[in-house]
Nanobody
Framework: QVQLVESGGGLVQAGGSLTLSCTASGSTVSDNPIAWYRRIPGKEREFVARISPDGSANYADSVRRRSSISRDGARKVVFLRIDSLKPEDTAVYYC??????????????WGPGTQVTVSS
């Protein structure tokens, strides 16, 4: 079974930046679309960004103008950089393979995620 592992979270002051990393076994990262999600305390998990195998990207409105998703095929890693972090970005961030019909749904088992905490 595919396992995706997130890393790179931490405590950041508002206005700062973070780059999260997503790795997975085998060719999962290079052969599949990969999406980032987040679970804000008290809310449902939500879609954040997606990158397709050809490199095209999609973003949620909440992060569109201040985030970038990228892929390092050689290292089999997908990155999510978020700039101008806000306290409302505080969440556990996850990566997964998005379902093609509804990116809010994912196909693999959820990993532990990585905690991002933004202080005001």
């Amino acid at each position: 079974q595919v396992q995706l592992v997130e890393s790179g979270g931490g405590l950041v002051q508002a206005g700062g930046s973070l780059t999260l990393s997503c790795t997975a076994s085998g060719s999962t990262v290079s052969d599949n679309p990969i999406a980032w999600y987040r679970r804000i305390p008290g809310k449902e998990r939500e879609f954040v960004a997606r990158i397709s195998p050809d490199g095209s990207a999609n973003y949620a409105d909440s992060v569109r103008r201040r985030s970038s998703i990228s892929r390092d095929g050689a290292r089999k890693v997908v990155f999510l950089r978020i700039d101008s972090l806000k306290p409302e970005d505080t969440a556990v961030y996850y990566c997964n393979i998005p379902w093609s019909r509804n990116w809010n749904e994912a196909l693999a088992a959820w990993g532990p995620g990585t905690q991002v905490t933004v202080s005001s």
